[in-house]
């Protein structure tokens, strides 16, 4: 069967060479390579970031099947899969703020952080609010599936198990709709990833906590799951996580300054293409 991979970016500034290994990694994978912008977040995402994205790639020489998914597109889709979830009584309205979130975690409690930051303490569950953030009751999601399991085919290859236990204390309820954007990054991606057919999801190590999540919405939504390739981070010279604010290291810049694609692929430690 062929291997389908995808390279999902968000607009919302100029690429660097992380993003450049991440591409080229998602490229190599793949049978079929697609591209998908990520940009539900309109307040932050730009047309001339998303112009930069395809000229940056193209310069890479990376080649992607179209037409290409933009996730702003797509609400509809989302919106079906809330439905869904809501409908089997897996969701429920919060009106917490993140300040809320924080006065409410008291001590063993506060400190545990998962994917989203703190753990939500489940505030609002039981009190029936009408508008707010959509979260997910993971206690009662992951009573309705049982144990969840995916493939690690990157960093920590293997088969990775997580309990109720796991998702109730280190997860929590995340949210599944923010309510200034009718979505959320969990919900799309895994909407996302079985609309384009994606087999192997390759993303950063930094992506690999949330992975949980995208596996019971999966398995709540009646979705495939795919195999996982976490790869390493492009880090700087202190060892921070390259980030889009890092202009100095953005792939225009380096092409303007000169250097080749081959010269990129030298940098984050990959052979000549």
Not at 58 to 70: A, H, I, N, S
Request: net charge positive; hydrophobic share 40%; aromatic share 8%.
């Amino acid at each position: 069967m062929a291997r389908v991979t995808r390279f999902a970016p968000s607009p919302t500034g100029p690429l660097h060479l992380g993003h450049a290994y991440a591409a080229l990694i998602a490229a190599a994978r793949g049978d079929r390579f697609f591209l998908r912008i990520e940009d539900i977040d309109t307040g932050r995402c730009k047309p001339e970031w998303e112009a930069a994205i395809y000229e940056d790639l193209e310069w890479l020489g990376l080649r992607f099947e179209t037409p290409v998914m933009r996730q702003s597109a797509r609400i509809p889709a989302y919106r079906n899969a809330l439905a869904r979830l809501t409908n089997r009584a897996f969701t429920y309205h919060s009106t917490c703020t993140r300040g809320d979130i924080r006065a409410a975690l008291s001590a063993p409690q506060e400190g545990v952080l998962g994917p989203d930051g703190p753990v939500y303490p489940g505030t609002c569950r039981d009190r029936q609010h009408s508008e707010g953030a959509l979260r997910l009751n993971i206690g009662k999601a992951m009573q309705a599936v049982g144990a969840i399991h995916f493939t690690e085919t990157g960093t920590r290859p293997g088969d990775h198990i997580f309990d109720s236990a796991h998702m109730t204390t280190c997860v929590g309820d995340i949210v599944l709709a923010r309510r200034d954007i009718g979505t959320s990054y969990h919900l799309a991606v895994v909407v996302d990833d079985a609309a384009q057919g994606i087999t192997e999801v390759t993303r950063g190590e930094d992506l690999f906590d949330a992975t949980p999540i995208h596996v019971l919405l999966q398995r709540l939504l009646g979705l495939p799951t795919p195999a996982y390739y976490h790869h390493r981070l492009i880090r700087d010279d202190y060892g921070k996580r390259l980030a889009k604010r890092d202009d100095a290291r953005a792939l225009s810049r380096y092409r303007a300054e000169g250097a080749t694609p081959a010269d990129i692929r030298r940098m984050v430690g990959l052979p000549k293409g």
